[in-house]
């Protein structure tokens, strides 16, 4: 009896929605065990808008957002690969944004938008944006959705090679594109009508592996 009751308690905190301002998701090695799975408000989508602000010293490949679908493991998702560029998937169809300066140790704000009426997909990097660049795509629906790896299945296998390793915070998604002046708003961190699909300040989740849930602070120091 007391095993139950015991169960049943940590699986209500489990499902407890937290407000995250001010902090982040810290991923601190790399491991295909650690992820956060985000559990999204609705689960069909015409059409995307994903923001997050991130910061690791990986050079490698790693995935920034995996959103997995049946039938398709990449039906949105961005993807840092080793080269130039930021990738966006659309159902497993990419299109590289390069030219961006994404650097190591700086913490960066990126947002990327799709919409399946055009099948036209966008970037913004540190509210730099991106030419608009076709993937293509129908709706998207019951998705998984997971930070921290890349799924290579629906739900699941993951590849510590692909994994993040770093810190990432302010996690909004919507279910339309953001216009251009909203993003900038996003970007520059002022008042912003937050995801209805995945909203920072109201958000429900579930970590697993070694996954810390950390204050987001800086510290400025005068002598």
Request: charged share 20%; glycine share 8%.
């Amino acid at each position: 009896m007391e095993f139950v009751l015991l169960l049943l308690m940590v699986t209500a905190c489990a499902a407890i929605t937290q407000d995250l301002s001010g902090k982040m998701f810290t991923f601190p090695q790399e491991t295909n065990t650690a992820y956060v799975k985000l559990t999204p408000k609705r689960v069909d989508f015409g059409a995307i808008t994903v923001c997050l602000r991130t910061i690791t010293d990986l050079n490698r490949n790693h995935a920034l957002f995996s959103l997995s679908a049946t039938p398709s493991d990449n039906a949105f998702l961005i993807y840092k690969p080793t080269a130039d560029g930021i990738k966006i998937y659309v159902h497993g169809q990419a299109e590289t944004f390069g030219g961006e300066d994404y650097k190591v140790n700086t913490w960066h704000s990126i947002c990327s938008t799709w919409d399946s009426v055009t099948g036209v997909a966008q970037l913004w990097l540190d509210n730099k944006p991106f030419i608009r660049k076709y993937v293509g795509g129908a709706r998207i629906r019951n998705p998984v959705i997971i930070i921290g790896q890349e799924q290579d299945s629906h739900g699941g296998g993951f590849d510590k090679t692909q994994s993040f390793v770093g810190m990432m915070s302010d996690v909004h998604m919507w279910d339309y594109t953001l216009s251009a002046c909203e993003i900038q708003e996003y970007m520059l961190d002022r008042n912003l009508t937050p995801g209805n699909v995945l909203n920072w300040k109201a958000l429900d989740y579930r970590t697993y592996g070694r996954v810390l849930t950390e204050q987001k602070t800086t510290c400025s120091c005068t002598e």
